[in-house]
């Protein structure tokens, strides 16, 4: 088994035929003996977090969308946020990312959001995405994904649209064999 990439983001690999996950990016939540779970953080729905809450939250009107996290458990509702005094006992997912807890964390989350916390990052999502023990190593064995560290500012700040581009070029550089410019020009 690889060692645990719980923090790490999955980029699908331009080979990667499964339509739940072309041109993918998905967070590891967890990865242990047990399998995996993760969030994709690059598919907006086309439903606001006020519409999709509506039957049990009474929220101002939000711009937000929430995002389709993976084809496991589409009805489950999902957030990732950065209130670490939330997360007493939870360890975070990388430094100040953390996956809502409980249904009260994520009912406080929800509060802050409709209070207008502008301290809050968060993103909920419908859905996750999932993997047996040993499917995510053979999957990235067979090259269908490729992976590199998250850092929370990706999650955030970084156009949902273009994250998929963005992360592809990092990790690219990143198992580059040569180096991007040389002084031997018969190697550029």
Known sequence: MLKSLKGHFLIASRKL???NFYRSVVLIVEHNEKGAT????????????????????????????????GPVEPSGMFVLHNATDLEQTEEPIVPDLYMGSS?????????RISEGDPDLDFRIFFGCAGWAPLQLESE????DWLYTEAKTEDVFAIDSYELWDVLLERVM????????QSVHPEWN
């Open 103 to 111: 249904p009260e964390v994520f009912e406080k989350v929800v509060w």
């Open 17 to 19: 035929n499964d339509l």
């Open 140 to 143: 990235i064995y067979r090259m």
């Open 173 to 180: 550089a990143e198992k580059r064999f040569l180096p991007q």
């Open 38 to 69: 993760g969030l994709i953080v690059n598919r907006p729905s086309s439903l606001s977090i006020t519409n999709a809450l509506s039957k049990y939250f009474d929220l101002p009107k939000l711009e937000d969308m929430v995002f389709t996290g």
